[in-house]
């Protein structure tokens, strides 16, 4: 999947870079160990801008081109930032039996923005996920980490109005 | 000691519906009502019913309470804990017998279930070693380590006839043996637990429910294989499941069942979590294995098969949660014990996620052989909303559909296989009549369409084509001769991709062909969806002689697309509308139906 990458311009503070290389002095050394920095960065910064990458690539040691190829190959690796609220829809087999496209599409049009984007006042994201496995209470939503079940396109703009 | 346990399910399931919240007002209750030097709360694992959560079970008496709210909490208390009467109107329906009440394991759901790698889940207290040791956890590796060489290990589970649960149905012993033949430094055990088919759920269940049997089976397969180090390869999309399996390892490296010199036997092993970040494609062997490295998850061709050279180059075995379940029980029971289970080919039993349309969406685990049948009907209580059972489909995006003249298989590996479906990891998605198959062929083609590496350009193109493909096809655009197409690409992606990703992409569409071709020809020929499911190719309409003029229809429709006078018949223009059916929602006499 084409990864969509930011236009937004990176705020990194400094306490986040420090975060960051303590980060990877504790993990450094071992083997197999881009995955669980890349990991703990996007928990740091939310998202993995280029800049983030280029600060792992060098205290690492590693080529810039491997980290970026390890970023976009997963799709967990986030390359734009994540809203205030993430509005999560999951996309499973049962889910998207009972009616998930609906859902997504009507949160889209509510909120102007497609999947993998970000409301311009950094509000809102929506992403698309796989499979929760509340696959019971299909479809489902997540709103952080509040989860919505059964829900219905009707009741989309309801629970959208709750985190404005 | 307790008089009473309550049981709470701490799932991901029922934890979406709020039972952490249940859980702690119970105890809050309990000790308000000063019942908690006599009532015990334990959070479990799946109980297996997940529709009916959030699910609570008081012990001794076995009384399945379901769907329970918050305000529920102090009539359950009151009630039941202190009193000692039973809350019927909470309990499960199916328990409940005129005015007998039975157990939970009575009921239609459980009875025809045998539960051998669930055995623990929704029983003990997944957090707390203890509860798994007082089910005989760990006595298992206790066994191995102290009675058994190597070679006596590998030759129990190869009698047993285990095969990988993860979909493949690769005989386990036969991998462990292909390892331990080989010498090296350094072996390594892993654990596949990057779930990743759209519709199952029993690998979380089983690390969130008992995670210790996992931990305890794969130090049984490095000591028969000669490995110290094991690494369980998770997807991040399991916090609960991350979050138990760091509990577990810490408490077995605390009682030294992990580490070294295991119960002093000379034995060293440890394990290490690593995080999956969303590639579905890293459920195969050699992608994953790539991704524990921290490479782009991307296979390789094999041989060399990971048994030989697999993780940083050293031989490594690989197996499924599920199957690692299995492991501990068999060494207890014995090799016959498993061979008496299931069919002549596949031994033991199988865990199958239930979804789709399905009155009991939920996890069973059942023998073998048990037949769709039973599996549908009897345990999963038949199809929801009244609907007619259509077909099921297995094995997720590199699977196939079961129609209903195959209700009477015999489920197994071989049996699946057969009719051009396949076990996989046991999703088992029901689908009624209102269901497209070109539709669900179409979702399953999106799915690998983003999964795939990008690799293979079979793979990579090819399935991209295909979709493009299905979606002209349900778009109302297909044309003569697209089916024959659709068919011989799909026969060219299986035959040149590397992996199994690739080489089974093309299954949804083939199988959906075999026994849904009509409905192809429907889409493409007739321009018209028999399931009314293709937006671009259905239609609204609205019925006269149910109409009553009542005006709501034409009122909500959002672009202006109904016409017609107070207390008349309305007409839908369907030049204008855009096939949203806000209409039908609205309408109360269902006087508009889609076609």
Redesign the interface.
Known sequence: ?QKRISTLPFQGTKEQQEQLFKVIDENGGK??????I??KAQEIYGYLPIEVQTMIAEKMDVPLEEIY??ST?????ALTPKGKYNVSVC????C??KGAADVLGKICEVLGIQPEECTQDGKFSITE??????????P?MTVNDD?Y?RVSV?EVEDILSKYE | MYRSNVLVCGG??CS??NSQEIMRRLEEEIKKKGLDKEVNVVCTGCFGL????PVVIVYPEGSFYSQVTLADIPEIVEEHLLKGRIVKRLLYQETIDKDAIHSLTDTPFYKKQKRIALRNCGVINPEVIEEYIAMDGYSALGKVLTEMKPEEVIQVIKDSGLRGRGGGGFPTGLKWSLAAQNDADQKYVCCNADE??????MD?SVLEGDPHSVLEAMAIAGYAIGATQGYIYIR???PIAVERLQIAIQQARELGLLGKNIFDSGFDFDIEL???????VCGEETSLLA???????EPRPRPPYPAVKGL?GKPTILNNVETYANIAQIILHGADWFQSVGTERSKGTKVF?L???IKH??LVEVPMGTTLREIVEEIGGGVSDGGKFKAA?TG?PSGGCIPSKFLDIEIDYDNLTEIGAMMGSG?L?V?DES?CMVD?AE?FLRFTV??S?GKCTACRIGTKRLLEMLEKITGGRGEDGDIEKLESLCHYIKDNSLCALGQTAPNPVLSTLQYFRDEYVAHVHDHHCPAGACKELTIYRVLPEKCIGCTKCARNCPVGAIHGNVKEHHFIDMNKCIKCGVCM?NCKFDAIVRE
């Open positions: 999947m083997n197999g160990s881009v995955m669980p890349l990991q190829g390890v190959f997963y799709s967990l690796f996309m499973g087999t049962a998207y039996v996920c796989r499979c929760i496995g509340a696959c019971g209470l299909a489902v989860v079940g009707s | 991901t399931g979406s519906s997940c529709s009916l959560g990743g088919d759209p519709g199952a759920f979380r991040a999309e399991y690593r995080l999956g970040s969303g590639a579905f991704s524990i490295e921290g490479h782009r998850g940083y996620a979804g789709g349309k969406t939920g489909q997720g999703g998605i689908m269901t669900i979702f983003d999964e590496c929602e």
